[in-house]
Structures are given as C-alpha cells and as structure tokens.
C-alpha cells in the first residue's frame, strides 16, 4: 500500500499529513498560485525607536531585507516578477502580492489605504498578503482591512514567534503574548473575512520543548486560518550572531527540529493550513544552522516522521 492510499489525513490529495499551503490554493483558486513580494517602503515599530531600536534579536532588517526592488513602484516590482515566477511554476491560475518588507499596517491609515489599492488592483492578483505587528493595528486600520476583505480575499500574516512573554522579553519583540491575542481577537471580530496567519519560530533562545508546544496550544485554542512554522536563523550581523559566536546560544539539531514540528503538528487543528514547515536562509549570511540550507531534506524528514509514527495534523487536538 502506497503513502498515499494509505494516509488517514483528511486535507490532502498526496502523501502529506498536514495541511499544506499547496493544497489549500489548489482548492481555493482552482490551481496553483505564486506569492509575489513586494516592499512598500515602510519600518518597524521595534526598528524606528517607537517601542524599541535594532529589531528582534535575529532580525536582519525585516522579513524581507530591503533591496533595488524598493526603489521602484510596487506595480513595477509585480512586473519585474512576475514573468519570472509563470517560468518556474507552470500552469500558475494568479498571483498574490505579498506585503512582505517590515510592518505593513506601521504607516497612517490614508497611506494604508493607498497601498492596498494599489496592489489589490494588480493584474492577475487573486488575493492580497499583508505582513505586519500586532501593535500596528489600530481600529481604523481594521475597518481598512475588513473593506479591502469585500472585494477580494485578504491574508494578514502576524508575527508571534512564541506565546511565552519571557522568551519575548529576551528576544526583544516589543510587546507581549497578551498584545498579540488582543489584535488578533479584534480582527477576528471586526474582519471575519480576513484570513490570519500567524508565524512561530522553533529554537528560540531559552526555550525548550515544552515552551514550544505551548505556543503549539495556544495556537491551537486561537485556531488561526494559516500558520507558518520557522526554524531559527542565525544570520551575521544580528545580535543573535554575538551569542552564538560567545557560545552563548546553541541552534536545534535536524533531528531535534523534525521532533518539535512533528510534535507541534499533532495537537494543531486539521483544518488550520501550514504554509511552512520550515525557513528559507540566505546562503551568504547564515551562520548556522548549515543543515537549515537543504530545505528539501527538512521537508522530507518531516514527512518520514510522521509516516513512521503513523502520524498527521490534528491527531491529538481533541485533547488540547
């Protein structure tokens, strides 16, 4: 019996025993669709001194660095893209510009309302990602999300890393596990429409496994639409960096990483979407963990864990 024809998952159509990304655009859009980043100039309330400077400790300049593509207009750097992305991806049915550089709600509601115009009008653009803070999402600026929400489908994708309030303090996120569920249980009241996705980091300074699961619950009890699972990064230059080299901080192994994940996804709902499972580092600036850099080989073990623990998303929810 094959993996496939064998795998007790519900939300899938592969040998995947989770809810992946690719399988929830399939069945939302009717085909495969390519996340389009773009950078809308705009900072960090944890960067620009309004709640803190330097960022989170492995912070190397927002989620997206700044590059050339910053220089131009967000329709000019759709464009330059997306020729690129139809060449890798065949049959693609759209595209979904991603706000993706720093805090994309860190800005006045006019300006707000501009950019999302602007980039929900694109064409080809069949949904709108918007990256940003919990504590950059004010009353007026929902209502501006909630709107857009009427006219085509909106993702605000909120960081989180972890829901222990110590771990935020150590990392420097700026505010606490209380700011985040505040903003979230406002979105969700006020823009029902608005798809969440909340991002946690594994490997954390300071935590441990049963730190990581914690956030795992809490997530589990928010029941957020997307969630996207990262490994911590060391990248150079970054505070992060200092520890590491004083010995200070040591990174997950590949066998402990594929554990937590495996772990993390048994008591997530089955009907939450897990965009990742892992991050992208960049090649010439990561430090460690070198094993993050086989992104494949991450995935795949993933895979083979849960096939060897006769495992999937959601197994042990119920008992959350």
């Not at 720093?102 to 602007?118: G, Q």
């Not at 048994?266 to 580092?281: A, K, Q, S, Y």
Request: proline share 4%; with cysteine.
């Amino acid at each position: 019996m094959s993996q496939v024809s064998s795998n007790p998952f519900e939300f899938t159509d592969t040998n995947k025993r989770y809810h992946t990304y690719d399988y929830y655009l399939r069945h939302t859009f009717g085909g495969k669709c390519a996340k389009i980043t773009l950078d809308a100039g705009l900072s960090c309330p944890n960067i620009d001194g309004k709640c803190g400077t330097g960022g989170c400790i492995y912070c190397s300049g927002g989620s997206a660095s700044r590059t050339v593509d910053s220089l131009l207009s967000l329709k000019e750097q759709y464009h330059a893209q997306i020729d690129g992305a139809s060449a890798k991806w065949k049959g693609l049915v759209g595209f979904i510009p991603y706000l993706q550089a720093y805090s994309n709600t860190y800005t006045s509601p006019d300006n707000l309302r501009k950019i999302l115009d602007d980039v929900s009008s694109l064409e080809g653009a069949v949904a709108v990602d918007i990256a940003t803070r919990a504590d950059c999402l004010e009353g007026e600026k929902i209502e501006i999300l909630r709107a857009l929400s009427e006219k085509i489908p909106v993702t605000l994708e909120l960081g989180l890393q972890s829901s222990d309030d110590e771990t935020a303090r150590v990392i420097n996120r700026g505010h606490t596990y209380g700011v985040f569920v505040d903003a979230f249980m406002r979105v969700r009241k006020s823009a029902p429409k608005v798809k969440i996705a909340v991002h946690i980091i594994n490997g954390l300074p300071g935590e441990n496994h049963e730190k990581m699961m914690k956030t795992a619950h809490s997530l589990a009890l928010l029941r957020p639409d997307i969630i996207k699972i990262h490994l911590l990064h060391i990248i150079e230059g970054t505070p992060l960096a200092k520890m590491y080299n004083d010995s200070l901080y040591t990174p997950l192994s590949l066998d402990e990483y594929v554990k937590i994940v495996c772990d993390q996804l048994e008591v997530l709902p089955c009907e939450c979407v897990i965009e990742r499972v892992t991050g992208d580092g960049q090649r010439d600036t990561l430090l460690a963990p070198l094993w993050s850099l086989k992104k494949t080989v991450v995935i795949n073990e993933i895979d083979k864990e849960l096939f060897r623990r006769n495992s999937y998303q959601g197994r042990y929810y119920n008992e959350n």
